[in-house]
C-alpha cells in the first residue's frame, strides 16, 4: 500500500506556482511510479475523483483522472483512474456546463464552475507513451480542474 500524503491547503505557495514539466528521463523511473502511486491512495483516502501532484508539494506536471461515485460526488460516472504526466488541452468545446466543484485543498467550500463541456487532451503516460484521448462531461471537468493545479490555479478563482 502506497502512503497517503498530506494535501497542500489553500494559501500554500506550492498551490500557486506553475509546475515544472516532467523530463523524459524522468519517464518510467521509480520516483515517478511511486509518486503516481501515493497520488492515487491520497485521492482514494480523502474520496478524490482527481488530484494533482503540487496538491501533495510536488511541483511536478502530474494529475490523475479517476471518477467514480463516492461520497464527495454521488453521482460521478465510473471511469479507470488514468495517471496524465505533462497533459495539455488541444481543444476545448465552445459549450461550456455549470458544475458544483470541490477541492481537497479547499476543504468544505464547493461552488458553481463553468468549464468546457469536452476537452482533447495530449498526455504522456508513466513509461512515456504520448496519448491523445477527449473527455466529455465530469472527467472534462475533472481534468481542467486538475490542470489548473499546474498551472497555480484553485477553483474559487473561477467562481
Given at each position: ?103 481537497l485543498?479547499?476543504p468544505?467550500e ?16 508513466l ?30 478563482e473561477?467562481?
Open positions: 500500500m502506497s502512503a497517503v500524503l498530506p494535501v497542500a491547503q489553500r494559501g500554500e505557495d506550492v498551490l500557486k506556482l506553475i509546475a515544472a514539466p516532467v523530463a523524459e528521463a524522468e519517464f518510467s523511473s521509480t520516483w515517478l511510479n511511486e509518486l503516481s502511486k501515493a497520488l492515487q491512495a491520497t485521492m482514494l483516502e480523502r474520496n478524490g475523483v482527481g488530484i494533482a501532484a503540487p496538491q501533495v508539494y510536488v511541483s511536478k506536471r502530474v494529475i490523475i483522472v479517476a471518477s467514480r461515485a463516492n461520497p464527495r460526488y454521488p453521482d460521478a460516472p465510473e471511469m479507470d483512474a488514468i495517471t496524465m504526466i505533462n497533459p495539455e488541452i488541444l481543444e476545448q468545446s465552445e459549450q461550456t456546463i455549470l458544475g458544483e466543484e470541490g477541492c485543498s479547499v468544505n464547493r461552488g458553481q464552475v463553468a468549464r468546457a463541456e469536452a476537452v482533447t487532451v495530449q498526455f504522456f503516460t513509461t512515456g507513451e504520448k496519448i491523445i484521448q477527449q473527455f466529455h462531461g465530469f472527467p472534462a471537468r475533472i481534468v481542467q480542474h486538475e490542470i489548473d493545479h499546474l498551472n497555480g490555479i484553485l477553483f474559487v473561477r467562481l
